[in-house]
């Protein structure tokens, strides 16, 4: 097999190459690709705990403790104890965060059209399509 034959290389070159020029876009924001799915996460649903915020973003909860900590300082999260469950905190977005928002999501999105530029509309609507439905199923 090729290299450019093989989906896990070309994925994993493919999500190298995205996330460092998301990184790039991030820093004028003084952040950085860590903090991204966090984020984005967030924007979908927030007050979610810190463990299913883990599971959505796929990193150990220890993981998540540090990079939560991260927006805390920066001021763009606030952890809320459940009542029920003294263990468990939900996450919420500060105004900060929620302001952050558009400007972060066009960042990603010149970032997705500076990588789909080579394909026409149709074929980058299938190429999403196509992961979505590769992802799903792992």
Same mark, same amino acid.
């Given at each position: 097999?090729?290299? $450019?034959?093989?989906?896990? $290389?070309?994925?994993?070159?493919?999500? =190298?190459?995205? &996330?460092?020029?998301?990184?790039?876009?991030?820093? #004028? $924001?003084?952040?950085? =690709?860590?903090?991204?799915?966090?984020?984005?996460?967030?924007?979908?649903?927030?007050?979610?705990?810190?463990?299913?915020?883990?599971? #959505?973003?796929?990193?150990?909860? $220890?993981?998540?403790?540090?990079?939560?900590?991260?927006?805390?300082?920066?001021?763009?999260?606030?952890?809320? &104890?459940?009542?029920?469950?003294? #263990?468990?905190? &939900?996450?919420?977005?500060?105004?900060?965060?929620?302001?952050?928002?558009?400007?972060? =999501?066009?960042?990603?999105?010149?970032?997705?059209?500076?990588?789909?530029?080579?394909?026409?509309?149709?074929?980058?609507?299938?190429?999403?399509?196509?992961?979505?439905? =590769?992802?799903?199923?792992?």
């Amino acid at each position: 097999m090729k290299h $450019y034959e093989s989906l896990g $290389y070309l994925v994993s070159h493919l999500n =190298i190459d995205l &996330q460092k020029a998301l990184d790039e876009r991030l820093k #004028r $924001y003084e952040l950085d =690709i860590r903090l991204w799915p966090v984020l984005f996460a967030l924007w979908q649903e927030e007050g979610i705990t810190q463990t299913e915020l883990s599971k #959505r973003c796929d990193v150990a909860n $220890y993981t998540m403790t540090r990079l939560l900590d991260l927006l805390q300082v920066r001021g763009l999260i606030t952890r809320h &104890q459940e009542a029920d469950n003294r #263990r468990a905190f &939900q996450i919420f977005l500060t105004d900060n965060a929620k302001a952050l928002e558009q400007d972060l =999501i066009r960042e990603a999105e010149r970032v997705n059209e500076h990588f789909l530029v080579s394909l026409t509309d149709e074929e980058a609507q299938v190429f999403i399509k196509l992961l979505n439905k =590769i992802n799903r199923l792992s």
